[in-house]
């Protein structure tokens, strides 16, 4: 009777950890989107920045420096796509290894050992981790595609007939799209961080519960409190887009 309840202890727990992880992931993005609405951010710092580039970009007809730019997003993200792909790949090679690795595991385990069942839902979850990043960050390529289109079609500064505030409002229109490839990618990168997260579990409940933790504090002094969000919230006030 002892061993049932510790059982089922053991399996409150990790439906309780499993909860907190989905919990603090998707609490997070939601509060994460809703602060930048209301207060500087590196999200909002760096959309103002790409206003600001392309504003520039319609003032001159040379715009190889911009295609590289462009060029060079693209295939951040095409790496990390690359990487999701591998690592899923190297999640489904593990299916066969369980009892080894199990074996190596319950070494460093504070709590009772994964039973193989456990083991491969905790390898599911990582899997389907990975392929929500995959998703996220091929839709950043296409995007970045998107806006490399809309850079490709943008008037020149020579050409004749379009108004300023047409070209504030095509500048405006890249750089939001320029802004939603950004985010995505973001996204992306928040599902590698919180996979990190979760690669705790398989220590323990214990393990993934403070990486959640971690991690959230983490993203949130990166986009909120870093260095490099306050060097470039400095850095608005002297770009000075005329």
């Known amino acids: 009777m002892q061993t049932e309840n510790q059982a089922l202890m053991i399996s409150q727990l990790d439906v309780f950890t499993l909860f907190a992880f989905f919990t603090g992931w998707l609490g997070y993005s939601i509060f994460a989107q809703y602060q930048s609405k209301r207060k500087d951010c590196l999200v909002s710092v760096l959309h103002q920045f790409r206003v600001a580039w392309m504003q520039r970009l319609l003032k001159r007809d040379n715009r ?5 730019i462009m060029a060079n997003l693209e295939r951040s993200s095409l790496f990390f796509a690359s990487s999701s792909l591998l690592i899923i790949a190297g999640l489904f090679t593990a299916f066969n290894y369980s009892e080894k690795a199990l074996g190596i595991i319950a070494d460093f385990k504070l709590l009772s050992p994964n039973s193989q069942q456990e083991w491969e839902l905790k390898v599911i979850v990582l899997i389907l981790i990975f392929t929500y990043a995959f998703f996220t960050f091929t839709w950043s390529v296409r995007q970045y595609n998107f806006c490399s289109v809309l850079v490709g079609s943008s008037p020149l ?3 004749r007939g379009v108004s300023e505030e047409e070209r504030e409002h095509y500048a ?17 990168l928040r599902a590698f ?13 214990y393990f993934c519960l403070v990486s ?13 409190r870093s260095k490099t969000f306050k060097t470039l ?3 608005l006030s002297v770009k000075d887009v005329t």
């Not at 190889?64 to 590289?68: L, M, R, V, Y």
């Not at 959640?212 to 909120?224: H, T």
């Open 212 to 224: 959640i933790v971690i991690v959230v504090a983490i993203l949130y002094r990166r986009e909120f």
């Open 64 to 68: 190889i420096t911009d295609a590289s």
């Open 157 to 159: 500064a020579t050409d």
């Open 233 to 235: 919230n400095r850095g």
């Open 172 to 188: 405006q229109h890249m750089a939001k799209v320029c802004s939603l490839a950004a985010n995505q990618f973001n996204y992306g």
């Open 193 to 205: 961080y919180f996979a990190l997260a979760f690669a705790g579990w398989f220590l323990g409940p």
